[in-house]
RNA sequence: GGGCGGUUAGCUCAGUUGGUUAGAGCGCGUCGUUCACACCGACGAGGUCACUGGUUCGAGUCCAGUACCGCCCACCA
């Protein structure tokens, strides 16, 4: 044993605030976020699903932070090369809204810039938040590689989404065509399926009739009544359509009707698609304005009228009412259809309709010309994006946690649709094609100084930029340098284990998985994947159980609530807040009680170090086990059981059980038990509890790390000098504990849980009778199996439950004097009392013993059950038959109680 | 219309090969300033694990159904 100079206290309480930053910036300034590249080793690896450059961090990436960097620091601490890739996303159209409602501000737009200023603009909030995000990430403590740092427009990445247009182009995956979009007047772009959020909305369905028309176009008194929730884009109608089966309208297939006001001729056609039980049964044609209307306008031949334009004001299509906004319009058109007689009725009704999931205006469906990824076509004889992106995760090639997700995930992709990746917006990436006087088409990765085919150097770029998800979809292999081999592509990819809240699934995971296995098919099918595990977190609502919603106003900052109670309370409480997958509400109550963890924690070392002084010690060595007292064999052993738990459960991404396990194992058994029993020892000059104490403390300071990086860090800084032989420089790089089963003592865990059941029960008996906290108790323990147990713990028992404890034998005599009587398994308490409530013995003793009776009755008779004793495991069987004997005992005794009391 | 999840102590939640008397935190009651910690300690009260039926020697755990709550998907004129 060596001699450390005098050190300072520690504080009374643990203050995250003088820690945190301290702490930070020794990890980061000596490089211990690096992985070193071993060929030797395998490595883990995680990319960070990138946070929108929009803004703050929010509580759901609060959420990831604390979720992956516990599997981060807990493969680092196993020797793993470990990479985490941190990165920001360019998020197009949420960004550009943002600058624009900072325009807004200044009275401007963004036509008032240009594009080319705008998009500089953008850059520069992007440059302020960018370096804001990363410095949120870090007082989470996220151990992320920031040297390594990606946003989705570096060049790298603008290198990787042109290669992959480019090859899906050629391989006939990406097109152009005119279809039906989802558009949103506000933003003016085209939207993707996802990005549309419907909504149920109260609405009106009005019934019009349509004129039929006789020969020579003279309208007849005989007409077709629609219904719709749309009149104002009857201007636009061009058919109305009936159910071919519907008889009613059998005889007017093929008719012409007069479009009320317009009065343009329409036909009456037959479709499949018209519920007869819907309305009136017959649907007006609209090809321009619903995507339904433009399947059938498609089936029949039908014109398509665009009547409405991008801004949601009609257009010269809508006669009379041109100019007019489309909510206007439909004022207009109903009081005109009334005033001519055309409106039959107006019947409530309610429907879903789309909104922008970005700005909340109503989306119209509009025929556009757009860009598609087409997800279905062959690029390989049976390879399709989501033919592949379905079958690796049924072949379990990626494994989705928790597993119920596979089947959301399964159906998703199986009834996929093409994806719209065009973007009428000016923050993005550009799509890669360049259009020439010529007509000629050119798709390339570098910007191309003249037209391969006339030589004309008037080349003009589309306009258009991706779908954000288009270049975060590349991720995986993108971020490790692809389309270069680089050497962290060759080593890190696949990646490990990708994390995301499941509201993302379809917008990220999916487009990440269909993008890697066509990217990446080279490497073959264990190679090709983008990480070999996704997990799903849950979302985190307010304590009312509502989402968290800026408009709602009960939006909270994951910061603020790391800086009010530390940035390990709040890891650690969201961390175990639920089970993986599950939502969980967040609450002062979680983090307060996650603080007192930390400070409990703090305090239990501060403990630690006041004992250990200026001393250092050993570890503790299984050959040297015969020598330790009981409460020794029994931290260790259950330590050890506690590094075999976490084991597993952290490989099952256990995340919330392993906290909760560690906690208990450190607050109740370390704490509550051998460091109260430890005092003892050392009041009385015994030092062989402190080597106990520093490596008890040590494995757990390694456990809990993973979770609560700060505080374990702090404390093991000063322990480390403590413990001899200790080479870690730090405890984020130092190993992970794990069991090598040298500790397991099942006779002293059995020992110690009866000396704890005494404890208990002593100190039961002394609230039950009242007894003055400071009186100090004689208690004869008549024990029987456990007798050496209790013997050598007298000390301690003394100690923690205020007693004169002597160990005696079962039939020993009593002195005389007033008794207090409790069972645990083979030992009779007797705590000697100076008085004693007849009554109130009765009825305690009474409950107990009906508790026991009970108890001994189920017991036997699952015992007498011959099924039973034949069926199930000898151990069970066993287990029972022992705790049958002590209940049987502890039965007798009760009864004898009673008896005497009389 | 299809699918998924939840329903366990007053509250928030654990409980992953079915196994002896179902746990934690908070809250509640009583007591406590024993030199790590009152952001603490001791003791206690509190649950027919939504309901019904089934499988099993044994079900909170597996199966079927019901109710309520929530979510996702779908071309709801």
């Given at each position: 044993?060596?001699?450390?100079?005098?050190?300072k206290?520690?504080?009374?309480?643990?203050?995250?605030?003088?820690?945190?930053?301290?702490?930070?910036?020794?990890?980061?300034?000596?490089?211990?976020?690096?992985?070193?590249?071993?060929?030797?080793?395998?490595?883990?690896?995680?990319?960070?699903?990138?946070?929108?450059?929009t803004?703050?961090?929010?509580?759901?990436?609060?959420?990831?932070?604390?979720?992956?960097d516990?599997l981060?620091?807990?493969?680092?601490?196993?020797?793993?090369?470990?990479?985490?890739?941190?990165?920001?996303?360019?998020?197009?159209?949420?960004?550009?809204?943002?600058?624009?409602?900072?325009?807004?501000?200044?009275?401007?737009?963004?036509?008032?810039?240009?594009?080319?200023?705008?998009?500089?603009?953008?850059?520069?909030?992007?440059?302020?938040?960018?370096?804001?995000?990363?410095?949120?990430?870090?007082?989470?403590?996220?151990?992320?590689?920031?040297?390594?740092?990606?946003?989705?427009?570096?060049?790298?990445?603008?290198?990787?989404?042109?290669?992959?247009?480019?090859?899906?182009?050629?391989?006939?995956?990406?097109?152009?065509?005119?279809?039906?979009?989802?558009?949103?007047?506000?933003?003016?772009?085209?939207?993707?399926?996802?990005?549309?959020?419907?909504?149920?909305?109260?609405?009106?369905?009005?019934?019009?009739?349509?004129?039929?028309?006789?020969e020579?176009?003279?309208?007849?008194?005989?007409?077709?009544?629609v219904?719709?929730?749309?009149?104002?884009?009857?201007?636009?109608?061009?058919g109305?359509?009936?159910?071919?089966?519907?008889?009613?309208?059998?005889?007017?297939?093929?008719?012409?009707?007069?479009?009320?006001i317009?009065?343009?001729?329409?036909?009456?056609?037959?479709?499949?698609?018209?519920?007869?039980?819907?309305?009136?049964?017959?649907?007006?044609?609209?090809?321009?304005?619903?995507?339904?209307?433009?399947?059938?306008?498609?089936?029949?031949?039908?014109?398509?009228?665009?009547?409405?334009d991008?801004?949601?004001?009609?257009?010269e299509?809508?006669?009379?009412?041109e100019?007019?906004?489309?909510?206007?319009?439909?004022?207009?058109?109903l009081?005109?259809?009334?005033?001519?007689?055309?409106?039959?009725?107006?019947?409530?009704?309610?429907?879903?309709?789309?909104?922008?999931?970005?700005?909340?205006?109503?989306?119209?469906?509009?025929?556009?010309?757009?860009?598609?990824v087409?997800?279905?076509?062959?690029?390989?004889?049976?390879?399709?994006?989501?033919?592949?992106?379905?079958?690796?995760?049924?072949?379990?090639?990626?494994?989705?946690?928790?597993?119920?997700?596979?089947?959301?995930?399964l159906?998703?992709?199986?009834?996929?649709?093409?994806?719209?990746?065009?973007?009428?917006?000016?923050?993005?990436?550009?799509?890669?094609?360049?259009?020439?006087?010529?007509?000629?088409?050119?798709?390339?990765?570098?910007?191309?100084?003249?037209?391969?085919?006339?030589?004309?150097s008037?080349?003009?770029?589309?306009?258009?930029?991706?779908?954000t998800?288009?270049?975060?979809?590349?991720?995986?292999?993108?971020?490790?340098?692809?389309?270069?081999?680089?050497?962290?592509?060759?080593?890190?990819?696949?990646?490990?284990?990708?994390?995301?809240?499941?509201?993302?699934?379809?917008?990220?995971?999916?487009?990440?998985?269909?993008?890697?296995?066509?990217?990446?098919?080279?490497?073959?099918?264990?190679?090709?994947?983008?990480?070999?595990?996704?997990?799903?977190?849950?979302?985190?609502?307010?304590?009312?159980?509502?989402?968290?919603?800026?408009?709602?106003?009960?939006?909270?900052?994951?910061?603020v609530?790391?800086?009010?109670?530390?940035?390990?309370?709040?890891?650690?409480?969201?961390?175990?807040?639920?089970?993986?997958?599950?939502?969980?509400?967040?609450?002062?109550?979680?983090?307060?009680?996650?603080?007192?963890?930390?400070?409990?924690?703090w305090?239990?070392?501060?403990?630690?170090?006041?004992?250990?002084?200026?001393?250092?010690?050993?570890?503790?060595?299984?050959?040297?086990?015969?020598?330790?007292?009981?409460?020794?064999?029994?931290?260790?052993?259950?330590?050890?059981?506690?590094?075999?738990?976490?084991d597993?459960?952290?490989?099952?991404?256990?995340?919330?059980?392993?906290?909760?396990?560690?906690?208990?194992?450190?607050?109740?058994?370390?704490?509550?038990?051998?460091i109260?029993?430890?005092?003892?020892?050392?009041?009385?000059?015994?030092?062989?509890?402190?080597?106990?104490?520093?490596?008890?403390?040590?494995?757990?300071?390694?456990?809990?790390?993973?979770?609560?990086?700060?505080?374990?860090?702090?404390?093991?800084?000063?322990?480390?000098?403590?413990?001899?032989?200790?080479?870690?420089?730090?405890?984020?790089?130092?190993?992970?504990?794990?069991?090598?089963?040298?500790?397991?003592?099942?006779?002293?865990?059995?020992?110690?849980?009866?000396?704890?059941?005494?404890?208990?029960?002593?100190?039961?008996?002394?609230?039950?009778?009242?007894?003055?906290?400071?009186?100090?108790?004689?208690?004869?323990?008549?024990?029987?199996?456990?007798?050496?147990?209790?013997?050598?713990?007298?000390?301690?028992?003394?100690?923690?439950?205020?007693?004169?404890?002597q160990?005696?034998?079962?039939?020993?005599?009593?002195?005389?004097?007033?008794?207090?009587?409790?069972?645990?398994?083979?030992?009779?308490?007797?705590?000697?009392?100076?008085?004693?409530?007849?009554?109130?013995?009765?009825?305690?003793?009474?409950?107990?013993?009906?508790?026991?009776?009970?108890?001994?009755?189920?017991?036997?008779?699952?015992?007498?059950?011959?099924?039973?004793?034949?069926?199930?495991?000898?151990?069970?069987?066993?287990?029972?038959?022992?705790?049958?004997?002590?209940?049987?005992?502890?039965?007798?005794?009760?009864?004898?109680?009673?008896?005497?009391?009389?």
């Amino acid at each position: 044993m060596t001699t450390l100079p005098a050190r300072k206290e520690l504080p009374p309480a643990y203050e995250p605030a003088t820690v945190e930053s301290r702490i930070y910036r020794m990890w980061e300034e000596r490089g211990y976020f690096q992985p070193r590249i071993d060929l030797e080793r395998e490595p883990y690896c995680i990319i960070m699903p990138p946070p929108n450059v929009t803004g703050e961090l929010h509580l759901g990436h609060g959420l990831e932070d604390a979720i992956t960097d516990t599997l981060v620091r807990w493969h680092r601490m196993q020797g793993d090369p470990t990479l985490w890739l941190p990165g920001e996303d360019h998020a197009g159209i949420a960004t550009q809204n943002v600058i624009e409602r900072e325009l807004a501000k200044e009275g401007i737009d963004r036509h008032d810039l240009g594009r080319e200023a705008f998009v500089e603009r953008v850059w520069m909030w992007v440059r302020k938040y960018r370096s804001r995000i990363a410095d949120q990430h870090r007082q989470l403590g996220a151990s992320a590689d920031w040297t390594r740092n990606v946003f989705t427009l570096d060049p790298q990445i603008v290198k990787a989404v042109r290669t992959t247009f480019v090859n899906l182009h050629r391989d006939g995956l990406i097109y152009r065509g005119l279809r039906m979009i989802n558009w949103c007047p506000r933003c003016e772009t085209a939207l993707s399926d996802l990005e549309v959020d419907y909504v149920e909305e109260a609405a009106k369905l009005y019934y019009i009739r349509y004129p039929m028309m006789g020969e020579g176009g003279m309208p007849l008194p005989d007409y077709v009544m629609v219904a719709t929730t749309r009149p104002e884009t009857m201007v636009a109608d061009t058919g109305v359509a009936v159910n071919p089966a519907d008889e009613r309208y059998e005889e007017k297939i093929g008719r012409m009707l007069s479009l009320p006001i317009i009065g343009r001729e329409i036909p009456v056609v037959a479709d499949d698609a018209v519920k007869p039980e819907f309305g009136t049964g017959a649907v007006k044609v609209t090809p321009g304005h619903d995507p339904n209307d433009w399947e059938i306008g498609q089936r029949h031949n039908l014109e398509v009228i665009v009547a409405i334009d991008k801004q949601a004001v009609m257009n010269e299509e809508a006669g009379p009412y041109e100019g007019m906004p489309a909510e206007e319009a439909r004022e207009a058109i109903l009081r005109d259809l009334e005033d001519e007689g055309y409106l039959d009725h107006v019947e409530d009704y309610t429907h879903s309709v789309g909104h922008c999931s970005r700005c909340g205006t109503t989306v119209q469906p509009i025929p556009s010309e757009q860009w598609w990824v087409d997800v279905h076509k062959e690029y390989e004889p049976g390879r399709s994006l989501a033919g592949e992106a379905a079958k690796v995760v049924r072949e379990g090639r990626i494994t989705i946690v928790p597993q119920r997700f596979e089947k959301v995930y399964l159906n998703w992709m199986d009834n996929i649709r093409d994806w719209c990746i065009s973007r009428q917006l000016w923050w993005g990436h550009q799509i890669p094609v360049w259009y020439c006087e010529c007509g000629e088409l050119t798709v390339a990765t570098e910007d191309p100084e003249s037209c391969p085919k006339c030589g004309g150097s008037s080349l003009r770029q589309d306009e258009d930029v991706l779908d954000t998800w288009f270049s975060s979809g590349l991720a995986p292999h993108a971020d490790l340098g692809w389309p270069d081999e680089t050497e962290d592509l060759r080593y890190f990819y696949p990646t490990s284990d990708m994390q995301m809240g499941y509201d993302i699934m379809f917008f990220w995971c999916a487009r990440m998985i269909m993008f890697a296995l066509y990217n990446m098919r080279e490497r073959g099918p264990e190679g090709e994947v983008p990480f070999l595990t996704v997990l799903f977190h849950g979302l985190i609502r307010d304590a009312n159980n509502d989402k968290m919603t800026k408009s709602r106003g009960n939006v909270v900052d994951p910061l603020v609530s790391a800086a009010q109670y530390g940035a390990d309370a709040f890891r650690f409480a969201v961390l175990t807040g639920a089970a993986m997958g599950a939502d969980q509400r967040y609450s002062d109550e979680r983090l307060t009680s996650a603080r007192n963890f930390a400070d409990k924690l703090w305090n239990s070392a501060r403990y630690v170090l006041l004992k250990l002084s200026v001393r250092t010690v050993q570890r503790p060595h299984p050959l040297d086990r015969e020598s330790y007292a009981l409460e020794d064999r029994w931290i260790l052993s259950r330590l050890e059981q506690l590094q075999v738990d976490v084991d597993a459960l952290l490989r099952g991404y256990q995340l919330n059980e392993a906290g909760r396990q560690i906690e208990e194992f450190l607050w109740n058994d370390f704490c509550d038990w051998y460091i109260e029993m430890s005092k003892v020892r050392l009041q009385a000059g015994d030092e062989r509890p402190l080597a106990i104490l520093a490596h008890v403390l040590d494995q757990g300071l390694r456990m809990l790390h993973p979770i609560m990086p700060f505080v374990t860090e702090e404390l093991w800084q000063s322990l480390r000098e403590h413990i001899e032989g200790e080479t870690a420089p730090a405890l984020i790089v130092a190993w992970y504990p794990k069991s090598g089963a040298n500790w397991k003592d099942v006779a002293a865990e059995e020992a110690m849980s009866h000396v704890i059941e005494v404890n208990r029960a002593i100190r039961n008996l002394r609230a039950e009778k009242k007894v003055e906290a400071g009186t100090r108790l004689q208690v004869y323990l008549r024990a029987g199996s456990q007798a050496e147990a209790l013997r050598t713990t007298s000390g301690a028992t003394a100690f923690t439950s205020r007693v004169e404890p002597q160990v005696v034998s079962a039939d020993a005599q009593l002195p005389a004097g007033e008794f207090a009587f409790a069972r645990v398994g083979d030992t009779e308490i007797a705590l000697l009392l100076p008085q004693v409530d007849v009554a109130a013995e009765r009825a305690r003793l009474e409950k107990e013993l009906a508790e026991a009776s009970a108890h001994m009755e189920r017991l036997e008779k699952q015992l007498a059950n011959e099924q039973f004793r034949s069926k199930a495991p000898a151990q069970v069987v066993e287990g029972m038959e022992s705790t049958l004997a002590e209940t049987r005992t502890k039965v007798e005794g009760l009864r004898e109680r009673l008896g005497t009391l009389a």
